[in-house]
């Protein structure tokens, strides 16, 4: 039986801040340093490296825009439920007796009320 080939040993320099990086993301995986850095490396030398990243920004994009669709979805579906209570509420909602009805009409044309800038030509 042959024995595998052993890995080739490889001294780098580090800036410190790299090396505290690659250390923190090593204990945050529990992985070993080495491993965490072989993994870096072969991601860097890999001849499909942009392919990855176009497939991953791709399916982000795929769930950003099936998420807008859903959020499409729901304000139709509480667009809709509001214009039915409305319709309800107006359907249901008894008329005002006569002079109460003017009073309400004379205080809605009234432009000085704070509610009514849209009929005092203001806008």
Known sequence: MTKPPRKQRLSVYLDPSV???LADHAARRDHS?????EAAIESFLSPD??????????????????RMSRM?????????ML?????FWVTTTPSLPEPAAQAARAKAGD?????NFWRSGLV
């Open 19 to 21: 090396m505290n990086r």
């Open 111 to 115: 432009p000085q009320k704070p509610g």
């Open 49 to 66: 490296a942009a392919e990855r990243q176009e497939a991953v920004i791709t399916k982000r994009l795929d769930q950003l825009d099936r």
């Open 72 to 80: 499409e979805r729901d304000i139709g579906i509480s667009v809709e």
């Open 83 to 87: 214009a039915v209570f409305v319709r």
């Open 33 to 37: 340093r080495s491993l965490v850095a």
